[in-house]
């Protein structure tokens, strides 16, 4: 499902998601408003990437997002005033998600701007990122909560992990040669950047 959003008080204009003709957007999934998908993203069914409070969404170029991960964002607009505190800064621009190119988005993960996950970043499974900035190449591992921080680039947060300290976010451990995730994102960002290609010639 792909549709415009509604013209609200925080929301002052119509937008139609943008959609690179090279992404795949499954029909059992949502992309509403004021959404920027790049070349061969794959949205997979029961996502929701619904951009319906202001600025924009941003999916970047071969990363994928999966069965029922939900992007949103807070009230980035009010009466025609943007909020800036809402915001974060991107390679795009200002917008209220940033998610990087070949960045993973596993499955039933939350990404609630305002948040940013950089360049070749892998969220986990049920993870939830809010009000916070994921560096470059980091690995969120399952079941964590992010909220409110900067993770640096090239860490790592261990499954489970609830970080809301940014004391904790510098601490986190780097990504080494014996990590044992070190290069799970590469696999999955090939597995979904093949399945959009193939999943879009099937399109009629």
Not at 150 to 171: C, I, M, N
Request: proline fraction near 4%; glycine fraction near 10%; charged fraction near 25%.
């Amino acid at each position: 499902m792909i549709h415009k959003n509604v013209v609200t008080d925080f929301s002052s204009r119509v937008c139609s998601p943008e959609i690179d003709e090279t992404a795949y957007i499954h029909p059992l999934a949502a992309v509403i408003g004021n959404v920027f998908i790049g070349r061969r993203v794959m949205v997979s069914p029961f996502a929701s990437v619904r951009g319906d409070e202001g600025q924009t969404l941003i999916v970047d170029d071969e990363a994928n997002v999966q069965d029922g991960v939900i992007i949103h964002a807070l009230e980035t607009e009010h009466e025609g005033h943007v909020i800036e505190e809402n915001l974060v800064d991107s390679e795009r621009g200002k917008c209220a998600v940033y998610v990087g190119k070949r960045v993973s988005l596993a499955h039933q993960v939350q990404i609630h701007g305002p948040s940013y996950v950089g360049d070749d970043s892998f969220v986990g499974m049920q993870s939830l990122v809010f009000k916070s900035r994921v560096g470059k190449g980091c690995v969120i591992e399952p079941g964590c909560i992010v909220m409110g921080v900067k993770v640096r680039d090239g860490r790592y947060v261990p499954a489970g992990t609830v970080l809301k300290d940014q004391g904790a976010a510098d601490a986190l451990p780097e990504i080494t040669e014996d990590y044992a995730f070190k290069n799970l994102n590469r696999g999955v960002v090939h597995v979904n950047t093949n399945l959009a290609d193939k999943y879009r010639e099937m399109k009629p």
